[in-house]
């Protein structure tokens, strides 16, 4: 869908023999306001910047129902929808595989299409959970038991008691339940 704002009606423009030439001065897809390029390449060329308003449809994914902080989302939670793209900061997803298992970092109402900032990767490690700890290369790796002392997500570093020797150390989660040092 689009529309574009009134053209002054003062200005005298030539008549262009043969189509305009229109393009985007700016981004479509990032914004619904937006500027359009205007020429004609006739024999007295001209050219002019229109606002326009544009709105792209795709299908995507909203809520089914208000979902809360914290929960993790299931395939019932959601439901297929048309989305205006252009009309969200941070994108949509296509793809719901995308976000089952993700957790809400804030409340989502129903009906509000889902974007990436309104989901994050639930903890893998829990404060006081038993863990394993790895250390080593590709040629070799030695094991060993530990308590996650914080909270944490895959790819985090967090510092860990050694269960052997009492040190404590800093790894990071590599999967839920698994701490490694490099």
Request: contains cysteine; glycine residues 10%; proline residues 5%.
């Amino acid at each position: 869908e689009y529309g574009l704002d009134s053209v002054d009606n003062r200005l005298s423009l030539a008549h262009c023999p043969q189509d305009l030439d229109v393009e985007f001065a700016g981004d479509p897809e990032r914004s619904t306001r937006t500027t359009l390029l205007v020429s004609c390449q006739g024999d007295r060329p001209w050219r002019i910047f229109l606002s326009a308003k544009v709105r792209i449809q795709v299908d995507g994914w909203v809520a089914d129902r208000p979902i809360g902080r914290g929960e993790r989302l299931t395939q019932s939670m959601l439901r297929s929808s048309a989305v205006v793209i252009n009309g969200q900061r941070s994108g949509g997803f296509r793809d719901p595989q995308h976000m089952i298992g993700m957790q809400a970092s804030r409340t989502i109402r129903a009906g509000t299409a889902i974007t990436p900032r309104m989901l994050e990767q639930p903890l893998a490690v829990e404060r006081g959970d038993r863990v394993v700890i790895s250390a080593g290369s590709d040629a070799f790796s030695i094991t060993t038991r530990g308590e996650a002392e914080r909270s944490g997500r895959v790819g985090e570093q967090i510092p860990v008691i050694n269960e052997n020797s009492g040190r404590r150390i800093r790894g990071r989660i590599t999967k839920p339940g698994h701490v490694a040092i490099n």
